[in-house]
């Protein structure tokens, strides 16, 4: 499995930016996927997981209602739209993927850390 992340960049505060997460060599839709992120100096966390199999949706607290997750099961992407960005939500996203244990819940509640397949980051910085 293959992960590619891309569309990070530099936005100003209450700007949006929208990062994407290209699959290969998988049946991508029946792994469960998770945006991940890690802001300077501090853990590693879960903002957000998409299921593999209804298409539901997990936000972290700090994102609901900014962040959006969705899946192209064609195209085998996922995309996290980021609107109304704030400094703290600066970090480097990285997209994951996982078909062993497949609840997202688990990953947004911090209590599970690692999923199977990651890809490199991609860095978003907020910023005035």
């Known amino acids: 499995v293959q992960l590619q992340a891309s569309g990070g960049g530099l936005v100003q505060p209450g700007g949006s930016l929208r990062v994407s997460c290209a699959a290969s060599g998988v049946d991508f839709d029946s792994y469960i996927v998770g945006w991940f992120r890690q802001a300077p100096g501090k853990e590693r966390e879960a903002v957000s997981c998409i299921s593999n199999t209804r298409g539901n949706t997990f936000y972290v607290d700090s994102v609901k209602g900014r962040f959006t997750i969705s899946r192209d099961v064609a195209k085998k992407t996922v995309d996290l739209q980021m609107n109304n960005l704030e400094p703290d939500d600066t970090g480097v996203y990285y997209c994951?993927?996982?078909?062993?244990?497949?609840?997202?819940?688990?990953?947004?509640?911090?209590?599970?850390?690692?999923?199977?397949?990651w890809g490199k980051g991609t860095l978003v910085t907020v910023s005035s």
């Open positions: 994951a993927a996982d078909s062993a244990f497949p609840y997202c819940g688990a990953f947004i509640g911090g209590y599970k850390k690692d999923m199977q397949y």
